[in-house]
């Protein structure tokens, strides 16, 4: 449900011009009232969002976030205690950050209103859709701006092909990861979880040559699966598996005859609370056609929990965990 | 009882705009290209298969011939075409049919089988199953809600006093609001991650979910309800002129149109439970071939169902292949396709309005 | 073969609409159904068809019509209405040979039978030159043969008319009445509800006078037919003149 964001109007870029050319302490006129830390160095941060241009003026203490990719960000980049709240988790939040995330208030498990979220008085609402800013979600982000409400969007999710990358791959991620860390004011820390990251990535197993696979996240009579250039793909590339899909979309729809005529070696299972692995192995094994599919009369399956399908820092705890999945089936090349 | 003397220039009887002579010629050819439709539909499709693969593959199965493709394409002919074909046949036949009935019980062209509420309540019954994941078949889910609707239709419309046709449809209307109002709660209410698309493509009307249960489902139901109905329709006929002229012309009113209504019903049910809410078949195709074939009952059911069943063929075909290998559902097509039939028929029957 | 109407009583949404009608129309005549608005008459008619349920008796050719069997009393009477309109297309063949119905059982095709009768149906009442025309392209007067022609195709012996004239020109309502007189003296029962006195009065040797419910008088048409009679039922002050031409009763009007 991510409808089209409207870009802005380009007004801002000239008062962002304006403002830049002023000294830092003039421009001290902040919307809300924390002044508890000192301007620090690199602020103001514009950054172009998905279309719409926002500026910190300050590092953001006040954090509302939506989606669990934003929550686990923050909570990796060691911002635990800037949450004010979350909202919309699509799932658990992981090992080295559940203790933390425990204490974290949960604002609402959809998408939360306008006004839930103008409660916590927040300076920014970090969104992991572009639709969870919108009139009847968090709020329009023009609106939230007049409030002296920043917004943020994880770039991964971009509605507007312009703001999408051309295919995402993990130095995309990592850059964004940057400028994550650029706009809360905490690059040193970004870049210790990037180089934490890479490290792990680096030591990734690969499946052995030619290993196709199918990315299949929901839909029992139409799956929707990964295409080529989203977060499946970079997750793919990362263990080395073909996905068997050739569309140039970050996900989409197929029919089984052509799933079946490609025959995967391997099928990665999202696990969604409303529509779990389980679910989707019992109706290939028991659907006469797909049961005929050489990865299911092989049981080759690599589960894969929905949050981490989505492009952000569990992306590659998650290559890594199918990673260790492949291995067990005997799939992976012996480094 | 002898005739008397005719003159011998005794004007041709016209049936419709087509003579008796055309109809006894089209019936059989409707007939074979129904049974071409679905023997070249089958041969169709994003696998690279030939069309004599395709056949060889569904002779061994008829114990005709021998086949020599793996179990996977095997399975591709046998579980995922022909099933889904048959089924679209079925299902094409039974919404036209069901939708002509409906048009002449409210004598009104422009009423579709789902007047009664029946897809609203389907679609409420599919999407709590496909969003809560309460372990209920889905098609008995969606047939279930259909016939809640239904009967919430016709005591609501009971309520109003005695049904009349005009008190049908706004009972119709109303249910169908509020099904679908609760529908959109639960869907709203639910939603995650990508789950809706699964719910668009049911709420669309979808195919892709054809198996040999769903060609049981529609062909047994065609089968047992819909060829009754259309042999009985022919008494639809003498509704033309109103409820007065049919009871004055020997026919039981109240009952006739309980037993139609009932048996649309029945036959909307199953195949939206199976399919889910294909839109425009039932309303469009009967007034498409009223237009050939004219009013009278006797003929209009039966064409409608052949002309339905080939017409369904074909655009679910479309809606597998065209965009390969996505798919769409095709109730998209159906819309796409029923659209300008549609306004094409109303600007034929300007003059009449 | 004649009508006798024994004591019809019906009630409709709670009002007593006729009350204790009573009286008889004979066979071979056209017998005039005449009253103000809101008499009964088309309730009577729609009694008499079947589609009305009432109490009481009605009688004819030693059957009682009320208990027969719809399909049967369908091959006796038929029913014309009012100008009904048809929302589907259909051609005046098509639609004559709806009065086929009730000799058709569900299941059969059409039969030679059923042919002869709508070509027969169709020259009666005058429209078989425009067999093949839409309903929709047709005139008030040629709908009216048409109807005409489709109750005749149900081959009855006892015809009844709810105001076929209300609509018609008066070339055609003149038309109209006399191959209602022309099918009476086939031997048809035929009782007509009438708004127009005058025709009633010209036309219809047996008249039946309602009013509120009730049978006000009834019998033959002259005798029955009196200013006094006229003026107590239609509250209106009238003159009864003999038709210069005719010899009928004429029934003039004054300011």
């Excluded at chain 2, 019954?125 to 098609?139: D, E, F, I, Q, R």
């Excluded at chain 3, 066979?27 to 008499?39: C, F, K, S």
Aim: hydrophobic share 50%; aromatic share 6%; with cysteine.
């Amino acid at each position: 449900m991510n409808p089209i964001r409207t870009a802005r109007p380009r007004l801002l870029a000239a008062l962002t011009v304006a403002t830049l050319a002023l000294p830092l302490a003039a421009c001290g006129a902040e919307a809300d009232d924390d002044t508890t830390t000192e301007t620090a160095a690199g602020y103001p941060v514009t950054v172009d969002n998905c279309g719409t241009e926002v500026t910190f003026t300050a590092p953001p203490e006040r954090v509302v976030t939506i989606k669990s990719t934003s929550t686990e960000l923050m909570l990796a980049l060691g911002l635990a205690d800037r949450i004010v709240g979350t909202a919309f988790a699509d799932g658990p939040v992981p090992e080295p950050w559940a203790e933390e995330a425990a204490d974290l208030e949960v604002i609402s498990d959809q998408a939360p209103s306008h006004e839930v979220v103008l409660e916590h008085e927040p300076d920014l609402v970090f969104a992991g859709w572009e639709s969870n800013l919108a009139a009847d979600t968090a709020g329009e982000r023009d609106t939230l701006a007049k409030l002296g409400v920043n917004s943020y969007v994880s770039p991964a999710a971009c509605m507007e092909p312009e703001y999408q990358p051309e295919k995402m791959t993990f130095p995309v991620l990592f850059d964004q990861f940057r400028e994550a860390g650029r706009i809360l004011g905490v690059p040193d820390a970004a870049e210790e979880l990037i180089a934490e990251q890479e490290a792990a990535l680096a030591e990734v197993g690969k499946a052995a040559d030619g290993t196709t696979a199918l990315w299949w996240s929901s839909g029992e009579d139409t799956p929707f699966v990964g295409g080529t250039i989203g977060a499946p793909q970079m997750v793919l590339d990362a263990v080395g598996l073909d996905n068997v899909v050739t569309e140039d979309a970050t996900w989409t729809s197929l029919g089984w005859e052509a799933i079946l005529d490609a025959d995967p070696d391997v099928l990665v299972l999202v696990d969604a609370t409303w529509n779990s692995a389980e679910d989707k192995i019992e109706s290939l094994e028991s659907n006469p056609a797909t049961r005929e599919l050489s990865a299911v009369k092989a049981e080759r399956y690599l589960v894969i929990p929905f949050p981490a399908g989505e492009a952000g820092v569990r992306s590659v705890s998650a290559a890594a965990d199918l990673a260790d999945q492949l291995d067990d089936l005997g799939l992976l090349q012996r480094q | 009882m002898t005739a008397p003397t005719l003159t011998t220039a005794r004007p041709r009887p016209a049936a419709g705009r087509v003579g008796t002579a055309t109809l006894v010629v089209a019936t059989p050819l409707l007939f074979a290209a129904l049974a071409a439709s679905v023997v070249v539909a089958v041969t169709i499709g994003p696998a690279d298969l030939t069309a004599g693969e395709v056949w060889r593959a569904i002779g061994s199965h008829l114990g005709l011939a021998t086949s020599d493709l793996t179990a996977i394409r095997d399975g591709i002919v046998w579980e995922l075409r022909l099933p889904r074909v048959l089924t679209a046949a079925a299902v094409g036949a039974g919404l036209a049919v069901s939708g002509a009935v409906m048009q002449a019980l409210t004598r009104n062209p422009l009423a579709d089988p789902y007047l009664l509420g029946l897809s609203s309540g389907a679609s409420l019954g599919a999407v709590l199953v496909l969003l809560t994941g309460l372990s209920v078949s889905l098609t008995g889910a969606a047939f279930t809600g259909a016939m809640i609707a239904m009967v919430g239709t016709l005591l609501l419309a009971r309520s109003l006093g005695v049904i009349t046709p005009s008190r049908t449809v706004l009972a119709g209307l109303a249910i169908s609001s509020f099904f679908g109002a609760l529908t959109s709660l639960v869907v709203f209410w639910n939603t995650q991650g990508d789950s809706y698309r699964q719910i668009l493509n049911w709420l669309l009307g979808s195919l892709a979910g054809a198996d040999w249960g769903t060609v049981q489902v529609a062909c047994l139901t065609l089968l047992l309800v819909g060829l009754p109905v259309i042999l009985f329709g022919r008494v639809l006929d003498a509704f033309a002129f109103g409820d007065t002229a049919a009871a004055a012309l020997g026919v039981n009113v109240s009952r006739t149109r309980w037993l139609l209504l009932g048996g649309t019903a029945l036959l909307t049910g199953a195949m939206v439970s199976v399919s889910g809410s294909i839109g425009f078949v039932g309303l469009v195709l009967p007034n498409a071939v009223r237009l050939v074939v004219g009013s009278r009952h006797r003929l209009l059911l039966p064409y409608s169902a052949l002309v339905g069943a080939i017409f369904m063929i074909w655009v679910d075909t479309g809606a597998r292949t065209l965009f390969e290998p996505r798919e769409l559902p095709v109730g998209i097509i159906t819309v796409l396709v029923g659209a300008p039939v549609f306004v094409a028929v109303l600007l034929k029957n300007r003059e009449r309005a | 073969m004649t009508l006798q109407v024994h004591a019809i009583t019906a009630d409709v949404g709670g009002s007593r609409i006729l009350d204790e009608v009573t009286f008889a129309a004979p066979a071979g005549r056209v017998t005039a159904l005449v009253g103000p608005n809101g008499a009964g008459k088309s309730t009577l008619l729609r009694v008499l068809a079947g589609t009305q349920k009432a109490q009481g008796e009605v009688h004819f050719g030693g059957v009682d019509l009320l208990a027969l069997p719809r399909r049967e009393r369908a091959r006796t009477l038929a029913l014309v209405e009012q100008d009904v309109r048809s929302e589907f297309a259909l051609t005046v063949r098509q639609a004559v040979e709806l009065g086929r119905t009730p000799h058709q059982s569900t299941w059969s095709w059409g039969a030679e039978r059923d042919d002869t009768a709508v070509d027969a149906a169709m020259e009666r009442a005058g429209a078989a030159e425009f067999a093949a025309r839409q309903l929709g392209t047709l005139s008030g007067g040629e709908r009216q043969r048409v109807q005409l022609a489709r109750a005749l195709a149900q081959e009855p012996r006892l015809l009844l008319l709810d105001e076929p004239t209300n609509h018609l020109d008066v070339r055609a309502q003149l038309h109209t009445l006399t191959l209602l007189r022309e099918l009476a003296a086939t031997g048809l029962t035929v009782v007509a509800a009438l708004h127009d006195l005058n025709l009633a009065a010209e036309f219809c040797d047996h008249v039946v006078v309602l009013a509120r419910g009730r049978i006000e008088a009834c019998g033959e048409t002259t005798a029955t037919l009196s200013a006094e009679l006229i003026g107590s039922t239609y509250g209106v002050a009238a003159d009864v003149l003999t038709h210069p031409r005719s010899g009928r009763p004429l029934i003039a009007f004054s300011r």
